[in-house]
Nanobody, 118 residues
Framework: QVQLVESGGGLVQAGGSLRLSCAAS????????MGWYRQAPGKQRELVAG?????????NYADSVKGRFTISRDNAKNTVYLQMNSLKPDDTAVYYC??????????WGQGTQVTVSS
């Protein structure tokens, strides 16, 4: 059974940094892409950053985090990271790791809370 376990969330002041980790229970090459989503109270879940594993690896970011967040992977550790710099109060949300496959539903982690104080 595939499991995604997030870690690294917490409370940080505006302008600070956090690094989220998403450890997969299987090789990340079992997936065609992975991403980080977030959901703030009363808002819909939104894609923050994604990375593809097919062909040449590509990344994409929400406009609101471009230049501040970086998604990366460590193949040997089956882990995907989200480095978050220059955090703002608007970044406060539960962050979820997601892994997609070519056929079948995506997998989701349990989420990790990120709170940015002003």
């Amino acid at each position: 059974q595939v499991q995604l376990v997030e870690s690294g969330g917490g409370l940080v002041q505006a302008g600070g940094s956090l690094r989220l980790s998403c450890a997969a229970s299987v090789t990340i090459f079992s997936f065609n892409a992975m991403g980080w989503y977030r959901q703030a109270p009363g808002k819909q879940r939104e894609l923050v950053a994604g990375i593809t594993f097919t062909g040449s690896s590509r990344t994409n970011y929400a406009d609101s985090v471009k230049g501040r967040f970086t998604i990366s992977r460590d193949n040997a550790k089956n882990t995907v990271y989200l480095q978050m710099n220059s955090l703002k109060p608007d970044d406060t949300a539960v962050y979820y790791c997601q892994a997609s496959v070519l056929v079948g539903p995506s997998y989701w982690g349990q989420g990790t809370q990120v709170t940015v104080s002003s």
